[in-house]
């Protein structure tokens, strides 16, 4: 059967002497005095009511959180486990995050504290300065574990307060250690015509719309409908991971596209990597989807440098995005919804909504600003070599 690494203990089946057999649920408990030990209890079911393992964890779960609701009262990893159980998040990179913050910071130091222990800020507080990792790794582990209290108060686990984990200060975390890279017009091209042209698609996409390269490795031609130049954004990929969703709610949206971008578009349609599943950008060998932090060290950063630019990566480009709009005089509810942040304070903390006519206009002056003269001439020029073939020959006689 297989079972997740939050189920607690194991369940196992015991032959009785008379009657059906039995299933006994055993685990470790911290005991009041601070000491792990382990117990064995009969669990109501035997064989007959359910017959298999999987039948015995299912039937048995109420019972089970109850007996962990009670040894949280000593145990704060009881707590964990029952987080880990229920309340994870689904997205693959914030649940590998949580996991990995649980396993090498919370659980080696508080997993076997007694609750009330943990719920005092100042020995939190004082754990937290000895730690030997920078201000940011720190908010993170403080981020945690107030969302734990967040859920030991909603199972009634504590008393509805103010949650402890706010009284804690962490100095330094305001400050932003790492300079964010603001590409100019003119760095952007110098950029592009370092690039090879199939990451220089993935690049122009990213500086015409904003996305993510968690989005952008994700995208299928299904995704689009060029004739009238919509973009839905259904998923993301992060690692070797498909997640069917964004980010956040506001990350899936239909995106306006500019008429310049899906002549773009157009002509990669006709290049690319063919695939089953439709994939925008597929390594040739494996027909999956190219890797973006490879692409990251192995060409924009190498091609940053070649211009004078130390440190670009992916997110430059978003963060470059946001600032063309802000500079064009779009308005703040237009650069929240063009941005798909949930909270417009991510954006610039001021509220607004958007006009689909408005996303147009704003997009399309951002594209006119990126897109290099040499894609510009190109287009243009297949632009008249279209109309010359659609134009008819004059077949009134002049009089």
């Known amino acids: 059967m297989k079972r997740t690494q939050q189920d607690v203990g194991t369940i196992i089946r015991k032959k009785k002497a008379r009657g059906p057999d039995i299933w006994v649920w055993r685990f470790y408990e911290v005991d009041e005095m601070g000491i792990t030990r382990k117990r064995s209890v009969m669990l109501a079911g035997d064989v007959e009511e359910w017959p298999t393992e999987a039948h ?7 019972f089970r959180y109850q007996r962990m609701e009670q040894s949280c009262g000593q145990s704060f990893g009881a ?4 987080y880990m159980h229920e309340a994870m998040p689904e997205r693959y990179s914030t649940k590998k995050s949580y996991a990995s913050i649980l396993k090498r910071h919370i659980l080696p130091q508080w997993g076997n504290a007694p609750l009330a222990e ?13 730690l030997k990792h920078s201000p940011k790794t720190k908010s993170n582990i403080k981020g945690l574990l107030h969302r734990i209290f967040e859920y030991a108060m909603k199972w009634e686990i504590l008393e509805t307060q103010r949650n402890p984990m706010q ?4 100095k330094g975390v305001t400050k932003r250690i790492r300079k964010k890279i603001v590409l100019t017009v003119e760095q952007y091209h110098a950029l592009l015509a370092e690039l090879p042209y199939h990451i220089q698609v993935m690049v122009m996409i990213a500086m015409c719309l904003g996305l993510r390269i968690s989005e952008i490795r994700a995208l299928q031609w299904q995704d689009f409908d060029l004739k009238r130049r919509i973009l839905t954004l259904a998923r993301s990929i992060v690692g070797k991971y498909v997640w069917n969703g964004g980010k956040t709610g506001a ?17 990669w349609q006709k290049r690319c990597v063919p695939t089953p599943e439709g994939w925008l950008f597929a390594n040739a060998d494996t027909k999956r989807p190219v890797h973006g932090d490879v692409i990251q060290k192995d060409y924009l950063r190498p091609a940053g440098e070649t211009v004078g630019l130390l440190g670009v990566g992916w997110h430059t480009f978003r ?19 063009l941005m798909r942040h949930a909270d417009i304070k991510t954006t610039m903390n001021t509220y607004g909504s958007a006009f ?6 704003a997009n399309s002056r951002v594209a006119a600003l990126v897109l290099p003269p040499a894609i510009k001439r190109q287009l243009k020029d297949r632009a008249k070599e279209v109309s010359l073939k659609n134009l008819k020959p004059e077949t009134t006689a002049i009089q």
């Open 167 to 170: 009284l804690v200060e962490i």
């Open 251 to 267: 990350s899936e949206d239909e995106v306006a596209l500019d008429s310049k971008l899906v002549s773009v578009l157009e002509d």
């Open 356 to 361: 689909e006519k408005s996303k147009r206009r």
């Open 79 to 82: 707590l964990v486990k029952r």
């Open 118 to 130: 943990v719920k005092k800020p100042f020995k939190v507080e004082q754990w937290l300065k000895e």
């Open 56 to 62: 015995a964890w299912q039937g048995s779960r109420d």
């Open 319 to 337: 963060h470059s995005y946001r600032t063309l709009i802000d500079d064009v005089g779009t308005p703040l509810g237009v650069q929240q919804r």
